[in-house]
C-alpha cells in the first residue's frame, strides 16, 4: 500500500506482514459470508444494506453483492437516451424485470430526476444560469404532468406482486409533495376506472436533498411514508458547492459538521414520526460514515453493489453503543478535517 519494497526483510518484519496478510484473508471470509446474511450490528440491531443502481444488469450484481433491496433505482437513464419521453410500456417491462431479479426485496424507485445539467430534447428547457438550482426533479415533474403520470401509471402496474415503493426526488415543502401525491393518487383512480391490474398498497417517500426538506421533516412527515437521504444534493446545496466542479472539490465535504448536523436532525425528526429514514447517497457506502451514521440510528444504507461487503462487515464488527460514542465524538468537532482525522483513527481498529 505504501510503495515500499523491502529487500531481505528481518524475520520479525516477516511476521508483521504474514499477519496483516493473515487479517485481510479472514476478513476476506467473513466479507464473503456475510453477502447471504442480514445486516446487524455487533449487539444485533437490525440494518439494511441496499444497492444504488440504474439498470437491470445491476440489480443482478447488487444481489450477487448481497443487497438486501434496492433503496435507489434511478430512472434517468429512460429519460435520456431517446430523443423523444419512454413509452409507458418500456418502462413497465424495464421495472417489472428489476422488481423480479429482486424477489420480494424491497426496490425504491424514484421518479425522474432530469434537469438542465442533463436536458433531454424533448423538454422545453430554458438556458439556465445555475442548473442546480432551477428546472430540476419533482419541478419538472410537476409542470410536465403528462410525462410524470406516465411513469406512475408504469410503476404501479409492474409493481404487482412485489415490494415497490415511490420516491421523489428534490422535493422542499409540503406543498410540492402533496401535489405530487395527488397526482399518484389520480393515477390509482385512472387505472382502477379502466380496470387495469396494479399495485395498490406503494409506500410514497421523499429524498431528503434539500437543506429545506431537512430542516422540515416533522412537517413533511405527514404526507411521507418514509425518507432517503441524498447527501450528494444535500452537500452541495448546504455548503453551496458545486458537485461536479473540479475547482472547488476539495470543498464538498459530506462530513462537514453543518451536514452532519442535518443529517443527525433529519433523522431524528424522522424517528420521533415514526417514519423510516435511509440513506442513497455517496456517503452511506463510505467506510468512513458508516460508524457515525450507524450511531444516529439511520435504519438503511445504500450504495454501490461493490461497496456493499465491507459495509456488511464494518456494520458486523460494532456495536450500537460505541457507534453512538463514535457519533458523539463525531458531533463535539467543528471541522469536517477534525472529523475525518479523528474517524481514520478510529477505524483503524475495524478496517
Ligand atoms: C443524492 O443527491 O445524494 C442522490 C442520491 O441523488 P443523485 O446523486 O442522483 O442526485
Ligand atoms: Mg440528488
Known amino acids: 500500500k505504501e510503495g515500499v519494497l523491502i529487500v531481505a526483510p528481518a524475520n520479525q518484519t516477516v511476521e508483521i506482514f504474514q499477519g496483516r496478510k493473515q487479517q485481510r484473508e479472514s476478513r476476506m471470509q467473513v466479507m464473503k459470508a ?126 404487482m406482486g412485489h415490494n415497490a415503493r415511490i420516491m421523489f426526488p428534490m422535493v422542499s415543502d409540503l406543498d410540492e409533495l402533496r401535489r405530487a401525491r395527488d397526482i399518484v393518487d389520480t393515477v390509482k383512480r385512472d387505472l382502477a376506472l379502466a380496470s387495469v391490474e396494479f399495485a395498490f398498497d406503494v409506500p410514497v417517500g421523499i429524498m431528503v436533498e434539500t437543506p429545506a426538506a431537512a430542516v422540515l421533516v416533522d412537517v413533511l412527515a405527514e404526507a411521507s411514508d418514509f425518507f432517503s437521504l441524498g447527501t450528494n444534493d444535500l452537500t452541495q446545496y448546504t455548503l ?71 459495509a456488511k462487515y464494518l456494520i458486523g464488527q460494532l456495536t450500537d453503543e460505541r457507534a453512538r460514542e463514535i457519533a458523539n465524538q463525531a458531533m463535539s468537532f467543528g471541522t469536517a478535517t477534525d472529523i475525518e482525522d479523528y474517524i481514520k483513527g478510529t477505524l483503524a481498529l475495524y478496517v
Open 34 to 159: 456475510s453477502v447471504d446474511k442480514e445486516a446487524r450490528t455487533a449487539n444485533g440491531r437490525r440494518v439494511e444494506v441496499a444497492a444504488n443502481i440504474g439498470e437491470v444488469a445491476s440489480a443482478h450484481t447488487a444481489v450477487e453483492n448481497g443487497a438486501e433491496g434496492i433503496g435507489l433505482l434511478r430512472t434517468e437513464f429512460l429519460y435520456l437516451e431517446d430523443a423523444q419521453p419512454p413509452s409507458e410500456e418500456k418502462q413497465f417491462r424495464i421495472y417489472r424485470d428489476i422488481f423480479k431479479v429482486m424477489g420480494d426485496r424491497p426496490v425504491i424507485v424514484r421518479t425522474l430526476d432530469i434537469g438542465g445539467d442533463k436536458p433531454p430534447s424533448y423538454l422545453p428547457f430554458p438556458n439556465e444560469m445555475n442548473p442546480f438550482l432551477g428546472w430540476r426533479a419533482i419541478r419538472i415533474s410537476l409542470d410536465e404532468p403528462e410525462l410524470f403520470k406516465k411513469q406512475i401509471r408504469a410503476i404501479l402496474r409492474a409493481a
Open 240 to 310: 453551496a458547492v458545486d458537485r461536479g466542479n473540479a475547482k472547488v472539490a476539495n470543498l464538498f465535504q459530506p462530513l462537514h459538521p453543518a451536514v452532519l448536523r442535518l443529517i443527525k436532525q433529519t433523522i431524528d425528526a424522522a424517528h420521533a414520526n415514526g417514519k423510516w429514514v435511509g440513506m442513497c447517497g455517496e456517503l452511506a457506502g463510505m467506510t468512513k460514515a458508516i460508524p457515525i451514521l450507524l450511531g444516529f440510528g439511520l435504519d438503511e444504507f445504500s450504495m454501490n453493489p461493490r461497496a456493499i461487503p465491507e
